[in-house]
């Protein structure tokens, strides 16, 4: 059993940052990349960035410049670096990891619950 849990949304001001983490936990053998979403009500879910066990990163041309995902120091954890937020970044923020939980499976998408970003003065 695989479990996904993503922390460190909260409120932030217009131009303000927040730092979310993820972390992937239990039953793992190899990890072949971590992805942060964002969803706001009604809206269809987002890609945000991508970070491959390779380390090779990709970003939705909205977060380009002022996101950075990154591993964490547990090589199954990564952190998505918000800066200079603005108020269309508001929303549910998703942590998805593809992985495998042994040789013979095969790779399997697990989400998290999600954390809430809010950005508003």
């Known amino acids: 059993q695989v479990q996904v849990v993503e922390s460190g949304g909260g409120l932030v001001e217009p131009g303000g940052s927040l730092r979310l983490s993820c972390a992937a936990s239990?039953?793992?053998?190899?990890?072949?990349?971590m992805r942060w979403y964002r969803q706001t009500p009604g809206k269809d879910l987002e890609w945000v960035a991508t970070i491959t066990v390779a380390d090779t990163t990709t970003y939705h041309k909205s977060a380009k410049g002022r996101f950075t995902i990154s591993r964490g120091s547990d090589k199954n954890t990564v952190d998505l670096q918000m800066n200079s937020l603005r108020a269309e970044d508001t929303a549910r923020y998703y942590c998805?990891?593809?992985?495998?939980?042994?040789?013979?499976?095969?790779?399997?998408?697990?989400w998290g619950p999600g954390t809430q970003v809010t950005v508003s003065s």
């Open positions: 998805a990891v593809l992985l495998r939980t042994s040789v013979t499976t095969s790779v399997t998408n697990y």
């Open positions: 239990g039953t793992i053998h190899v990890i072949s990349n």
